[in-house]
């Protein structure tokens, strides 16, 4: 963290709670069965009688056959029904899909879908550490892997595969580099397939083997399946910005909110800069003097513009929808504001200036992008500087 004027005390906002599941009825009394002796009394044993005979293998079987429907969920359904929940959209952290899209913007052949399909295949999306092989994170890197593709793409000092935004960048730059060898694999006639299957099957077999194999080896079939059976969860990942924007790349949604996107204090976790208490710092800090101009970063309308005890003057803009996902971009230590309550605005149309109001060491512009309600890191969704 540098020395340049910050924000103080940005929170994150609740989210509702899970709602209470309800209480079980309870299970009616059974009724005493006819033929039954009171408590105490006795009957004389006798031994089965032909009605008994005849019939008891029979209820025996029935008896049988219904405890193994109630195991097992019943009889089996000849037609599927119209929604398989293993093929339904899942939802994954907001902030990770401006990455994906960023990740995979690097190279022509990949799409996020591929990517978030392999983290799922991966980890299921869980950063946990696998203590026989030493692969961590959400993309399982080893140490050895990560020297060769990992960087601190995010920016917040700390290059780690545990970093989600860091470890998915590095999984894309390792995608595109094998897909940039198959393709001249295939182009010198050395291999046949499609380029994804490919690209797949280097990166879990390694490219002497696909090599050597002249196609996707028989050690990466298991692989391939099982990523392409998980590609229609993520597939809402590739289509462009329904919302009006420049494209499906995250790097095209947003304009710059200022004139230079000069960083004086990134999103993440980091030392409070008067109380020194760690906590999250939901947006990014641009370094800009007293008076410049803000404008809006993408169409929308704005639905709050006015003076707060922490954010100072502040506005708020909601974009719609981003494929299901509500987008909402604020600006805050405005010295002025230049728009009102449901005002319509156009990505560069003028909202405020930049100044040093409310919680802060001096003049900057505190910019958030929020995600269905989650603060996410605005970098990847800016055109310049993401």
């Excluded at 093929?87 to 990740?103: C, E, F, N, T």
């Excluded at 809006?296 to 981003?322: E, K, M």
Aim: hydrophobic content about 35%.
């Amino acid at each position: 963290m540098t020395g340049a004027a910050q924000d103080t005390d940005e929170q994150q906002p609740e989210h509702p709670a899970q709602p209470e599941q309800p209480e079980q009825p309870e299970q009616p009394e059974q009724p005493e069965q006819p033929g039954q002796p009171e408590q105490g009394g006795k009957r004389k044993r006798r031994g089965p009688g032909p009605f008994t005979l005849l019939l008891l293998p029979g209820l025996v079987t029935v008896t049988g056959v219904a405890a193994f429907f109630a195991l097992t969920g019943g009889l089996p359904t000849p037609w599927p029904e119209d929604s398989d929940p293993d093929q339904a959209a899942v939802d994954i952290d907001p902030s990770y899909v401006p990455w994906l899209r960023k990740a995979a913007s690097a190279c022509t052949l990949l799409e996020p879908s591929v990517l978030a399909a392999q983290i799922d295949q991966l980890s299921g999306w869980r950063d946990d550490t696998d203590e026989i092989s030493g692969e961590k994170g959400i993309a399982a890197f080893t140490d050895t892997e990560w020297r060769t593709w990992g960087k601190d793409d995010d920016g917040n000092g700390n290059s780690s595969p545990r970093d989600p935004a860091d470890a998915i960048m590095a999984l894309g730059r390792q995608d595109c580099s094998l897909a940039e060898k198959v393709t001249e694999l295939r182009t010198e006639g050395r291999v046949n397939g499609d380029l994804v299957d490919l690209t797949l099957a280097a990166y879990s077999s390694g490219t002497d083997a696909v090599t050597k194999a002249g196609r996707v080896p028989p050690t990466a079939e298991t692989y391939l399946a099982e990523v392409e059976a998980l590609l229609p969860r993520y597939e809402a990942l590739d289509r462009a910005d329904p919302g009006g924007g420049a494209g499906g790349a995250a790097g095209a949604l947003l304009a710059a909110p200022v004139s230079e996107l000069t960083i004086s204090s990134p999103y993440g976790s980091r030392e409070h800069p008067l109380t020194g208490v760690t906590k999250l710092h939901t947006g990014v800090d641009f370094a800009a003097p007293q008076g410049a101009q803000v404008v809006a970063a993408r169409q929308g309308r704005v639905v709050f513009a006015a003076p707060t005890a922490a954010y100072g003057n502040r506005i708020v803009i909601d974009h719609g929808t981003i494929e299901g996902k509500r987008l909402e971009t604020t600006y805050s230590h405005l010295s002025s504001l230049e728009a009102a309550v449901g005002q319509t605005v156009e990505a560069g149309t003028p909202i405020g200036r930049v100044g040093s109001t409310g919680l802060s060491t001096g003049p900057h512009l505190h910019f958030e992008v929020v995600l269905d309600g989650y603060y996410t890191d605005p970098r990847p969704w800016l055109v310049t500087g993401g």
